[in-house]
């Protein structure tokens, strides 16, 4: 298996971690069955840890912060006055310490980043780099996932999510607890746009395998592959993987997109 805290958005915490020297790992919101179709009855499966803020990020924070971390509303924010531009927008659920996001978003300049991200250290961490690299395509919301979605995201309005090493929860009776499941599928879909797309990552097989069957059984989603898809060139390979790919370990890419009459 592969959890790199300092990398993308991690398995053990699918809002992701903290800085260099990082607690364990822990995730964002997820969700359970809801009373009606697309309203879910919340079950925190995230824990937010107390890690470690670094100078440099707490000052990103400071200088960066209040330009690009978007405080949660209950509201839909016009996104496009957000952005200060019309363009393809992409949602990500749970970015750890926001490498990937910097490197998607500064080879992807066209295209337009919002980060749903709890743990305080890694939203610090991925300002830090947005900073380093002049990056403006990209916002940012610490907050819940679920309500994210619910509240601020209209229909049909997103043209991919990505959702990369969410947390496992590897025990059996903690599954019910993983980000992947119908009823948040089918909430994730309903955001897509009629040809927009749902790319997750994991490095647990038997995550994998859940995936792959829950998101083959939500009628608007395809599968743009013949089962796992091979990694697209946008997803960087962290250092992290490229330790555990040489040790054997196994990593599921799968991306879907939304059925065009659907």
């Given at each position: 298996m592969i959890h790199d805290p300092n990398e993308a958005g991690l398995p053990g915490d699918l809002s992701g971690l903290a800085s260099n020297e990082l607690p364990e790992p822990t995730q964002t919101a997820d969700a359970a069955a809801p009373d009606n179709a697309l309203r879910l009855r919340r079950i925190r499966s995230f824990v937010t840890r107390a890690g470690r803020v670094s100078t440099g990020q707490r000052r990103a924070m400071d200088e960066l912060g209040p330009r690009f971390v978007m405080p949660y509303t209950p509201e839909q924010p016009d996104w496009d006055t957000v952005f200060d531009?019309?363009?393809?927008?992409?949602?990500?659920?749970?970015?750890?310490?926001?490498?990937?996001?910097?490197?998607?978003?500064?080879?992807?300049?066209?295209?337009?980043?919002?980060?749903?991200?709890?743990?305080?250290?890694?939203?610090?961490?991925?300002?830090?780099?947005?900073?380093?690299?002049?990056?403006?395509?990209?916002?940012?919301?610490?907050?819940?996932?679920?309500?994210?979605?619910?509240?601020?995201?209209?229909?049909?309005?997103?043209?991919?999510?990505?959702?990369?090493?969410?947390?496992?929860?590897?025990?059996?009776?903690?599954?019910?607890?993983r980000l992947i499941q119908p009823k948040f599928v089918a909430l994730l879909v309903s955001r897509l746009k009629p040809g927009a797309y749902i790319h997750c990552a994991t490095d647990w097989q038997n995550y994998a395998e859940q995936m792959l069957e829950v998101l083959g059984a939500e009628p608007a989603l395809e599968n743009t592959a013949d089962g796992y898809a091979p990694r697209p060139d946008y997803r960087p390979v962290t250092k992290f993987e490229k330790r555990g790919l040489r040790l054997g370990h196994g990593v599921w890419d799968l991306i879907y997109k939304r059925r065009p009459n659907s």
């Open positions: 531009r019309r363009a393809p927008r992409i949602l990500e659920i749970g970015f750890g310490m926001g490498a990937t996001t910097a490197e998607i978003a500064s080879h992807r300049p066209d295209d337009d980043f919002l980060g749903v991200e709890v743990h305080e250290p890694g939203v610090g961490a991925l300002l830090k780099l947005m900073g380093d690299q002049n990056l403006s395509n990209i916002r940012i919301i610490q907050h819940d996932a679920v309500e994210v979605l619910e509240n601020m995201i209209a229909p049909e309005s997103l043209d991919g999510v990505h959702i990369f090493f969410p947390d496992p929860w590897h025990k059996a009776r903690h599954h019910k607890r």
